[in-house]
């Protein structure tokens, strides 16, 4: 059964840094196109970062771009996504999806097969 399961979210003042997990089980993630998605409350589900099965680029939202870094660890079967710099409107809950059939990035997310449950990253003073 393929699983991905988030930590690693909490809160955090602006200006701080959290790391966030995502860890697969049941399917090796190296040979996957994984992507982070956020959802702000009342906003809709949002790209942050993704990283292609295809051509192994990593791809980061203009928002995020500088601030947030995608890494992976094959051996732990599991990537992170570093954030620093948080500002209040990073606040969202925070999704890791991965598919072994997408190349593309810029795919819709509803075309992700397995997802994580999320967690919730909330950036306040």
């Known amino acids: 059964q393929l699983q991905l399961v988030e930590s690693g979210g909490g809160l955090v003042q602006p200006g701080g840094s959290l790391r966030l997990s995502c860890a697969a089980s049941g399917f090796s993630l190296d040979s996957y196109t994984i992507s982070w998605f956020r959802r702000a409350p009342g906003k809709e589900l949002e790209g942050v970062s993704c990283?292609?099965?295809?051509?192994?680029?990593?791809n980061y939202a203009n928002s995020v771009k500088g601030r947030f870094t995608f890494s992976r660890d094959n051996a732990k079967n599991t990537v992170y996504l570093q954030m620093n710099s948080l500002r209040p409107e990073d606040t969202a809950v925070y999704y890791c999806?991965?598919?072994?059939?997408?190349?593309?990035?810029?795919?819709?997310?509803?075309?992700?097969?397995?997802w994580g449950q999320g967690t919730q990253v909330t950036v306040s003073s």
């Open positions: 999806a991965a598919d072994a059939r997408i190349a593309d990035c810029g795919v819709a997310p509803g075309q992700f097969g397995s």
């Open positions: 990283i292609s099965n295809y051509d192994d680029i990593t």
